[in-house]
Nanobody, 125 residues
């Protein structure tokens, strides 16, 4: 069983930055691909970023490309999402997720086996 705990959310003005963290426990973190998703009120959960097992490969939704950066520190069992140039439309609950099998469909929520509880990000205009 893998547990994921996100932190780092909060209220920020448009143009500001936040860094989300997600700490994993209960498994071999370095063997999991990791993803970040978000869900705004009344909307479907959507893909934000994915980070490969070793961290060498990252993938982003077009809406965040160039503004968000995903990374991981396997020694700390932690994955990060650095969010810069935040916009009001980035407001959502952000979730990290673990993919035990490293599937190629990293942008699909169904690919992921474990999820954190989420952290709220609110961007004011």
């Amino acid at each position: 069983q893998v547990q994921l705990v996100e932190s780092g959310g909060g209220l920020v003005q448009a143009g500001g930055s936040l860094r989300l963290s997600c700490v994993a426990s209960g498994g071999t973190f370095s063997r999991y691909a990791m993803g970040w998703f978000r869900q705004a009120p009344g909307k479907e959960r959507e893909f934000v970023a994915a980070i490969s097992m070793g961290g060498a490969n990252t993938y982003y939704a077009d809406s965040v490309k160039g503004r968000f950066t995903g990374s991981r520190d396997n020694a700390k069992n932690t994955v990060y999402l650095q969010m810069n140039s935040l916009k009001p439309e980035d407001t959502a609950v952000y979730y990290c997720a673990a993919d035990l099998f490293g599937g190629k469909y990293y942008y699909r929520a169904i690919t992921y086996d474990y999820w954190g509880q989420g952290t709220q990000v609110t961007v004011s205009s």
